[in-house]
Nanobody
């Protein structure tokens, strides 16, 4: 079992920044692929970014490239999403997810463990 707890969400004006954290406990964290997804009201859950176990391979969707940075600290069992230049369209619930085996995947079905989410609201 892997337990994931997100934090760091909030209300921010457009152009502002937030840093989300995902604290993991339970099974070994350092070998898991970790990812961030987001879901806006009335929309499907969307992949945002992922990072491999060592942190030397990351992938993000085009709409966040250059603005969001995913990272992890295996010593602290924590993953981060630094979000800069936020836009109103980034408003969503943000969820962290863990995948026990295999590499980075973009589909939510590939991730076995999920956090409860943290809300990010960007005002215009």
């Amino acid at each position: 079992q892997v337990q994931l707890v997100e934090s760091g969400g909030g209300l921010v004006q457009a152009g502002g920044s937030l840093r989300l954290s995902c604290a993991a406990s339970g099974r070994t964290f350092s070998r898991n692929v970790m990812a961030w997804f987001r879901q806006a009201p009335g929309k499907e859950r969307e992949f945002v970014a992922a990072i491999n176990w060592s942190g030397d391979s990351t992938y993000g969707i085009d709409s966040v490239k250059g603005r969001f940075t995913i990272s992890r600290d295996n010593a602290k069992n924590t993953m981060y999403l630094q979000m800069n230049s936020l836009k109103p369209e980034d408003t969503a619930g943000y969820y962290c997810a863990a995948r026990l085996l295999g590499g980075i995947r973009l589909d939510a079905r590939s991730y076995e463990y999920w956090g409860q989410g943290t809300q990010v609201t960007v005002s215009s």
